[in-house]
Every structure is written in C-alpha cells, then in structure tokens.
C-alpha cells in the first residue's frame, strides 16, 4: 500500500510556470505506474499525464502534450509534473496517483489507479 501527497500548486499568471510534486510513502515505490489527473469544478476528474514505473512510458492528454512534462525520482519516493505554458483552462485540482504495475502498458482511466493522493490547487489567472 502507498500514501500520497501532493504538493506545490498555486496560483500563476497564463503563461507562466509551476511545478506539483506527490510524495509516497511505503514500500516498493519503483514498482508503480503513477498518473496525475486534474478535476475542473463541476466536471469529472480527467486524465493528464502517466509515467511507467521503469520511467521507459510516458504518455500525456492532447490537451497537455508539449507543455507537462511528467517525471520520477525512485529514491526519493517522488513523481514530479512540470508545467509550462500554463493557460487558464488548466485551472482546476491536481491529483496523483498510483497503480501497483510493472508491465509495457500505461492507463488513462482513473478507474485502473487504486491510490490517491489528496490533490492540490492550481489556478492559472487571464
């Protein structure tokens, strides 16, 4: 099992930059695919980013690619979402995620993720 905690949202002009970081605690860190999701209000929490567990798969919405970069840092627990070119549209509530795998495939449905963390806030000003 694996705890999660996000962090570093906030607020940010468009165009600008943030980083969000998620944290695990437990054992066996490098054996997760993690996945960060974001949920605007009102609407259903939606797929942004996915990193393999051996860091060899990335995959990234339409809406992102270009601009996110997903990464990992296996000795210290750590899953990192760098975002660039931020557009007001990407305001909304950052979630991580992760899913006990260590096969060549990714997931985009929050369904196939069993941990969550608490999410973060981060809104883009016009």
């Known amino acids: 099992q694996v705890q999660l905690v996000e962090s570093g949202g906030g607020l940010v002009q468009a165009g600008g930059s943030l980083r969000v970081s998620c944290t695990a605690s437990?054992?066996?860190?490098?054996?997760?695919?993690m996945g960060w999701f974001r949920q605007h209000p009102g609407k259903e929490r939606e797929f942004v980013a996915t990193?393999?567990?051996?860091?060899?798969?990335?995959y990234y919405a339409d809406s992102v690619k270009g601009r996110f970069t997903i990464s990992r840092d296996n000795a210290k627990n750590t899953v990192y979402l760098q975002m660039n070119s931020l557009k007001p549209e990407d305001t909304g509530v950052y979630y991580c995620?992760?899913?006990?795998?260590?096969?060549?495939?990714?997931?985009?449905?929050?369904?196939?993720?069993?941990?969550w963390g608490q999410g973060t806030q981060v809104t883009v000003s016009s």
């Open positions: 995620a992760a899913k006990y795998y260590r096969g060549g495939h990714y997931y985009t449905g929050a369904e196939a993720y069993a941990y």
């Open positions: 437990g054992r066996a860190f490098s054996s997760y695919a």
């Open positions: 990193i393999s567990w051996g860091v060899g798969i990335l």
